[in-house]
């Protein structure tokens, strides 16, 4: 689970309101948080422990103040009227405590009964003629579903949609850094997505390997290759991301570093601020700002590959003939 995320959870098991709010308040709209997890967050567990609050009447001046404000400017969704009616009935004396008792008061939220009709949430809170229409008393069963979707701006590659290929880079973020390996290392060559068995001989060493070596070796494959003129392996680079951090991906990633260390091939590990956003410029950035360890795997001077006549094992045949026996 992203870190953001599990704040916010323990915020909310431990009943703090405030420090919930407070790092609500402090995230970044498009920040590395998938919008699913967010969602349960808010939408799920927040409301609960608000009413839990409101009933109680445990919640604080200053958190009414903020809680109306996210909700003011549209940053945090409520959809609950009793929650939205509760925050109304402390915001007067929550707002005189916090901004002085000469402060003007603040524009109570609009609840989804209070909605115009032409509004969006009195589109919402509209009933369907079916329902107004019931006769005798009977009760319609209505219930509500709140979709929430997040977006963030980020590059498209509108070309990838056009054709059944596809790139041989994984992602945008594998792209932008692949050309940024090209720019920091012009005259070595870098490849996307290969697999560890086409430049490591893994077989070669397969007495100092355990199964789980063997059997990861065959499907592990590294994020970008960099090689000289001749196809002689350099290094080796991994993209990092949040993901990484998972047990099971981390154990993945040890299993990968001692095969590479076994091999003698550098394995450098990058990870970048914003994975949704990163440019190349920044990948570049990031290798130009470690470019005291970079230097040192230049090749200081390119070895050619030169193919010289010798004597090489042939097919042997061997022909036998019939033996005859005399007497």
Known sequence: ??????????????????????????????????????TKITQQIFPTVLHEKLTRGALVAGDTVRLWRLVRCGRLL????????????????????VE?????????????????????????????AAAAATSQGDVVPMRRIVMASAF?????????????????????????????????FPSLRA?????????????????????????????????????TEDEDPVACFELDSALHDDDDVRERDQLKDELFAL???????????????VRAEDFYDLLVADSETLDRLRPRRLRPRRNHDMLVPAEVQVRRSAAKAYC
């Not at 001989?201 to 494959?221: C, E, K, N, P, T």
Request: charged share 25%.
């Open 263 to 277: 091999a003698a091939i550098p394995l450098l590990r990058v990870r970048a601020d914003d994975t949704a956003n």
């Open 191 to 227: 490849y996307p997505n290969v697999p560890l068995r086409n430049f490591m001989d893994v077989d070669g060493f397969v007495l100092r390997l355990s199964d789980r070596h063997r059997r990861y070796s065959w499907a592990a494959q590294v994020d970008v290759l960099l090689c």
């Open 152 to 184: 963030t701006l980020g590059p498209v590659h509108l070309s990838d949609l056009m054709t059944f290929r596809k790139s041989v880079c994984a992602s945008s973020q594998e792209r932008e850094f692949l050309q940024a390996v090209r720019q920091f």
């Open 100 to 128: 002085g008792p000469d402060a003007p008061l603040p524009t109570k939220l609009l609840t989804y009964r209070e909605a115009p009709e032409g509004s969006v949430q009195g589109r919402r809170s509209a009933r369907p």
């Open 78 to 97: 409520v959809v609950d009227n009793d929650l939205l009616e509760g925050i109304n009935a402390l915001l007067d004396a929550a707002w005189r405590e």
């Open 1 to 38: 689970m992203n870190g953001t995320i599990e704040n916010l959870r323990i915020f909310l098991e431990e009943r703090d309101i405030g420090g919930f709010l407070a790092a609500y308040e402090t995230m970044v709209p498009g920040a590395d948080v998938l919008s699913s997890q967010l």
